[in-house]
Structure formats: C-alpha cells, structure tokens
C-alpha cells in the first residue's frame, strides 16, 4: 500500500508541473496576471522568450523577423541571440513583471504567413528569471507553395543538378494569385531550386504580367545544344508540355507547342534559345519585357550599341536632378526597337524622355527612331535618325548562311541566333545610322518634345515627324561619326559575385560603426542598386545579387534587393537603407570601375527609400523601380491603374492600349502596371500642351468581335491637409484597391479614416464609345485637323455602342450614331452614388482631424465590352510558317488530457498488486 501512495504524490506532482509548463506556453491566453507576484515585481526584469521556428518546407533556412509588444501593443527591444537554426533566446527588460505577464510574439518570414502568440513569462521554483516559451510553426503562403511545389515537379522531369543550365521564364510576380501579387512564387522558385536558379546567373525571367494573367511556369534545362522544357500551365502541378525546345519542327509547333503554350509560346521558345545562345542575361530581362526575342529586339539593342559608340551620352539639366536624362528619343510605337531603347537607356515616357504617336504619314516609320543628344552648355544638341532595315538584314542573313529567315518556327530560331552573333560582334551590320543634324536648337527640340525643360510643355509635340525634320534643311552628318573606344573588362563571374559580397560587409561595418548590428534576412533592411541594368567596362553586374543575397539574404523577391531602372552607362552602386526606430538610415556604396574599389560616399543612388516605411505594395514599388525614383507627380499612376482594372475588365481576349496626353510621371506607373509599351503598340505619348485634366485615353480591344472601345480619363487628383505624401497616397491606394466600387459604404467609410485626406481622387470618363479601324487610326495619328486626339473624339467621333459597332462593319448601318462623345451627360460627369453630383463630391464621414473629407469618386459612363489590341504582327515577331495561417495550439485541451491520464495511471498504480491484469 506504501507503493501506491507514493505513485499517487508522484502523480499528482507530475500534473501540477504539467499545468505550469502549459501556462508558459499558452498561445491562446487572453487573460491578465498571474496570481503568483515576483517580490520584486515593481523594479525592472530581464525576462527571457525562448523562441522556436519551424517551417512548412524544413529545408528552408531563414533567419526569421520576430517582433515583441507588451499587452499594450507597445513595442518591446530585446537583444536576439541564435542557438541553432530554428532557436532563439529573446532578452529583455521590463518592468511590474510578474508571473503569467503576458507578452506578445510575432513572427515574419519570406513565403510564410506572419503568426503571433500570446507568451506568458514565469519562474521555475526558485529561480528568479522569468521565462517563457514560444513554438512557432509556419505556414507558408499559396503562392510560395506553388512555387515551392511547382519547381520540384519540375526538377523530378528536368533533374536540375546534372544539367549544364537551368532557366525558368514566368509571368508570376505582378500577375494576382487571390488578390494579390506573386512575388510569393518567385521565393518559392528560388528556394526550391536550391541554388540552380538565382538572380546573379540571371536564369530567372519574367514576364511583364498584369494582374489577369494566369500564373504559368516553364522551366527549361540544357545539356550540350539540347533544350528541354517543362511547362506548366496556371499554377498546376502536371506539365501541359514536356518535350524538346530545341528541335520544335513545324508540325510539333502548329499541332502542340503554341496551342498549348498560349500567348506566350513564341516569347518562351526565343528566349530559352536565345539564352541557349549566350544572349547577355540584361538583354534577355529586356527581351522578356518585350515578350520575346525577335529581329526588332535585337536591332534595337544594336541601334544603343551604336549611339554609346558614336554618339557617347550628355546630360539634360544638372547632372543631380531627378530629370536629368542623357538622352531623349522619337519615334513611331509599334516595333520591339522601342521597348529595347526605352528599357536599356532608361528612356522612360513618365520621365518625358521618349514621345511617339503614329506619324508615318510624314515618311517615318516605326522600324526608326530619332535620338536627340544635349548639351546643356551650347543649349544646341544632335539628332541621330537610326532604322533597322528588314529586308536588307534578311538579305545579308541568306548571303551568309543560305538560308531564309522566316520558313517557320525552326528557320525563325537559327535566324534569331544569327541576330544574337551579330548583335556581340557586328553590331553596325544591323543597323543604318540614316540621318545625323548638328546645331539642334532649343526651338527645334520643342517643336519634336514638347520641351528641353521635361518639367514644362511649351507646345504639342510633333514627334518623328520626318516632313518637319528634313523640312529644316540641316546638313547630313551621318558619314563624319567617329568611334568612341572604350575598355572591356575581364572579370569573372566569382570576382563580380565577390563586388557584391564586399559591398554588403561593408555595409555592415559601416552600420556598426553607427552601433546598428545588421541580420542576415532582415526584413527592415533594403538594398537599392543600379546592378541589372548598368554595364561596368562592357559587363553585366548581375552576379553581385548573389553577393549580396549570401551575406545579408536580401533578394528581389523579398522586396529587399531591389534593382533601380538605369541607363546602361551609369555608374553601379548599392544604396543600403534600414528602417530604424522610425527612420531610414542610408548609407550608399560606389563602385569605382577605373581602380576596382568601393568607396562609401554621401551620395545617394535613389530616393525610393522615402516610401518604404509606408509598406508600398509589390507592384507598385516595382513600377516605381522602373521610373527610377518616387515623386508626387508618379503617384496617382496606381490610382488610375486601379480604376482602369476596376471598369475595364479584362480576358484572355482582349488588351489594353494606353495613349498618354499631357505626359508627367504616372504614365511610367500606369504603363508599367497595364503591361503597355511603344514596342508593343499599345503605348503612345502624344504630350499635349492643353489636355489639362483629361491624363489620357484607355483603349480595349477585343479580338473575338474585332471591336474597341475607346474612352477618356479625367483626373482629379486627392487633396490632403497634412501628412507624407507618399504616406497619403499608399493608403488610399491599399483602400481603393481593395474595392470594385470605390462609392461603395465600405470603401468610403475606410477612406473617410484617412486623418490627412479633405478629398478623394476623382476619375470619370468624358467620352466612352467604341470606334471604327479609321477612327482609331486618326486618334493615335494625332487628330489630323481637329489638331490632337482629345479635340477629335470630343468633335468627329459619335457615341456608340458595341453593338452598334458590330451592326456598322457588317454594312447594316450607316456611320455615324448618337452626339459626338464630347457632348456629356449627367450619366458622365457626378453621377455618382452617395457622394453627391460633384466630382469631389460632399463630405461621406469624418475623421480625426476634423476636415470634411469628399472620398473617392468614380463617374462612369454606360459601360460596354472591353478588350485587346495587339498591334498589327511583325513578320519576325510571329512565325511566318503559315493558405492562411494556423490555429494555435490547443495546450489547455492537452493539459487537460495530460492531467487526467496521470492520475489515470495513478490510479492504476494503487489498485495494482503486483499481478497481471
């Protein structure tokens, strides 16, 4: 009977040492104190959270964010210290701790959802420390799955390890996934790839999705002159295609390769063996921009080559302002050679560095570009006229190798890589430099900009307008240019890694300096950088990504390393930004390419760590990595950019076309996030002196019925009393974004608690109809003699409907309709609901500053189909051949259960007399 006794205060001992382990880990305690008071409760502790991370995907190691608040909310400093990859030992000093304080963890991870638990802190018996205890296990997002899984799909069918090279081309990134982007899926991919696929080796592409696309994958592997590819269609896990990329003959194209591949399919085969064929990772980026390698790409990025060559860059204005350009362009949209100038020259229409629309009625073409060089002493410039000419190009391609180009799929591939060998070694071959005026005056650069000063239209810009330029009677210098030479260097791919890496260790010596100890994967710490787009001595500084990535974890797809939109020429650096106690400390390190030192300078690389402790979206923060820098004037880009994916939905059928009227820094945001470009054919920037609030002119066309719709979009941009302004904007832009209907109640009362908003943006349509082929050919020609495209829709076109359209192409109707479309109604112009009949509209709620506040107003006209245009196809452009987070753990459930089974066996342990039962 003794025994018994003795197993049962063992029993009991082991439950109550049970109960107070659960209590120091209960995720699911709300309540207050614990009973049991420290002596000392009210002097300051150094209490201690033993912190646990585990992950969905065990292999992934990644130093994860924690953060710690008081039962307050405010925010708790500790000292971190590892104990091994998952474990953490948290100090800090508190005050009034007792036992059962509770606190508050939360943990962070690129790809996993952010987890909080609620930690109490106690002491063990006699000892004096209090001590609590967190297991984290976390849940990774879906689009971090899909990438994560999709990727080892595709490894198990390509075995990545073995292969000479592996490549993936993706439309994830700014395509949505559940209402959000999918940055998620790049993490996935790069992790999952374990180190075959990163953005150093450059083998990471994508395309410039928007938001509708589907979520595809392909990935591809090469050994010796062999491609084969996985494709895998919207996120799936079984590949719609796999097979060659590298012997695809006609049949095999026609029959499988492009039905199943989709839009895309050219853009996935050029790539893939343009990559086969050494084609430099920044032109490739460039080229999965554009959305394939074509002749026009490749002639585009030989007509940069020539003018670094011959016409080395100057500087508009002072070489420290935002605007300050080495180039501008003209020319026609509608030919790839556009999309590679504007993307390698960082020739941006936001920054008015390039301006087109359709002149190829005064003898221009969109095979031509106008490059307009400035020197800011002389206030004189030059103009250098350049083309590619097709049908010469496809001669010397049969001169040279007897074949001809466009035969289909498999004759289009070999020409492209002859394009690729004579982009690296003959660049002049393929491109004419046609024109050459000295003496540009300021007059003559307004007449074709708009204006020297980007910041001020002087007048309607004519463009390439080739009638104008020869009219001038300039004298042709095009024979007198002389080469620029220029040194090549000879670094290895591990000695650009190893700029990288010294830069990044730098950085930290630099922070420590400061007292700031830098972690690897700190969530806090954003790396800015000119490498992906600059060349030091002729090379490509991808490489210094994975530099950077192995000292401080930062990476694209974590929105911690991100690449700034440069000119090819400019000067490589790397802008270190962290978030500190409500600041941002810089410091900012250049990269000398004359000695090969880095050197810690005041300079910063870029102001886009102004907008960071605002928490931009993805999407937006890459948009304003394209214009290079953020200011007022980019920041209602986003806010049209929603309203335009809000009222004119799209399918897989249609697309848009942007026409830009008076020009400024949205329209870098707005295209960007579209997907239009001049290379395309679906961006044109006709920079007008007298558009004023009417920003632009949304086109969509669709392909199944061959119809478009055209309207107008008036502007008026949110006021604020006070506040950042990029703070501001980023919150109505989270609202808005979240809300079809920005007049709904929900969406107006959000904006309504907005402190600093007096009035919402305000955008309506002062002209929707659908088009004609002609008609539209005069909008995106400039109006012909109604003098530009506003004044032609609102005078010449009528008001239809689709239907009407349809009815009028079959020959069933004469042309013609209701009024024009500059004739508005009530519905088109403050018919909005709740808001009032203004366009800032009357005040919908208050908020904490005590302004009247008018919310966002949406004024739409009666809405119709919506759809695509692609612009007319270029012969070598398309083959001639005819999870949310977890629950917390339940341990007061299983203390329970603990509890009783002890006393259970106990119980047991009495009755029990030495027999069997």
Known sequence: MRKQGVILVIATMMALILCGAVSATDSSTTGGEGNLSDVNASEP???????????????????????????????VTFDKTKYSDTLYKLNFTYANVTNGTLFNVIVRAPGYIAQTQQVAVNQAGTDPEFIGTADFDMQATDSYKIGRNVT??????????????????????????????????????????????????????????????????????????????????????????FGTFSAIDQALWENTVSPTLGEHA???????????????????????????????TISGQAMVSLLLKYYPPGVYGNSG?????????????????????????????GKRSWVGYETSGSGAADNMIGFIRWCDSTNTGTLIIMRFNEEAVLQLYKQQTGNNAYTGIAGELAFNAWLVNKLENDPD?????????????????????GGVDSKNVVCDALGLDMDYILGLNLTNVANQRVATNYTTGNLTQDQIKQIGEDAANMAIALFAADGINLEKDDYNLTVFTSAGYVRVNGQVMDMTFDGIYNVLGSRLSRATLLPVHNARFNDLYFQFSLEYNGTVITKTIWYNSTTGILEAKDKAGCIIDQVIPYDPPYDVLMAWLWHNHVCGGSTTGYLITDYVYDNFPITADEQYTYISTNDICRDDILSYLLGVSAGDGTYYNQRMKSAGSEVGIISVYDSKTNTRRVAIINLVAPKFSDGNNYDNYIRVYKILQ????????????????????????????????????????????????????????????????????????????????????????????????????????????????????SAATVTNSTSGSVGAQPGEAKAYEVTQAGAQGSEGTPWGLYAVVGVIAVLALGGVGFFYKGGKF
């Open 45 to 75: 502790v150094d209490p201690i959270l033993w912190v646990d991370v585990g992950y969905e995907y065990a292999d992934d190691k990644i130093n994860p964010e924690i953060a710690v608040t008081d039962s307050n909310n405010n925010n």
């Open 266 to 296: 050219f853009g996935y085969v050029s790539l893939a063996n343009a990559w086969k064929e050494g084609l430099s990772t920044d032109i490739l980026r460039q080229a999965a921009y554009h959305g394939h390698v074509c002749l026009g």
């Open 738 to 853: 979240k809300y079809d209907d920005w007049n709904s109640p929900e969406c107006q009362e959000e904006l309504a608690s907005i402190p600093n908003l007096i009035s919402g943006p305000s955008i309506s349509l002062t002209a929707d109809t659908f088009v004609t082929e002609e008609e539209w050919q005069m909008i995106i020609s400039g109006g012909g003699e109604y003098g530009d495209s506003l004044s032609y829709i609102h005078s010449a076109v009528p008001q239809r409907t689709q239907a009407e359209l349809i009815s009028l192409m079959r020959g069933s109707q004469t042309p013609g309709g209701s009024t024009p479309t500059g004739t508005n109604s009530g519905s088109l112009v403050g018919s909005t609901t709740g808001i009032g009949s203004s366009l800032l509209g009357s005040s919908n709620g208050s908020n904490t500053s005590g302004v009247n506040v």
């Open 429 to 449: 071959s393929l491109v004419e430099i046609m024109y050459v005026f000295e003496n540009i005056t300021p007059q003559i650069h307004n007449n074709l900009t």
């Open 321 to 349: 302002e935002l605007e300050a350009t080495s180039y501008r362009a003209i020319s026609v949209p509608g030919n790839s050679d556009d999309d590679a100038i504007i993307y390698s020259l960082d020739l941006t229409p």
């Open 152 to 241: 080892a799909a595709a490894d198990n069918l390509l075995h990545f390890a073995t292969a000479d090279d592996v490549l993936c081309i993706t439309t994830a990134g700014l395509a949505y996934h559940n209402g959000t982007t999918t940055e998620d899926c790049l993490e996935g991919i790069l992790n999952g790839s374990h180190g075959e696929i990163s953005y150093g080796q450059g083998n990471l592409l994508t395309f410039q999705s928007i938001r509708t696309d589907p979520l595809d994958f392909c990935f591809i592997v090469r050994n010796g002159n062999e491609l084969t590819a996985a494709f895998f269609k919207n996120g799936t896990l079984t590949p719609a295609y």
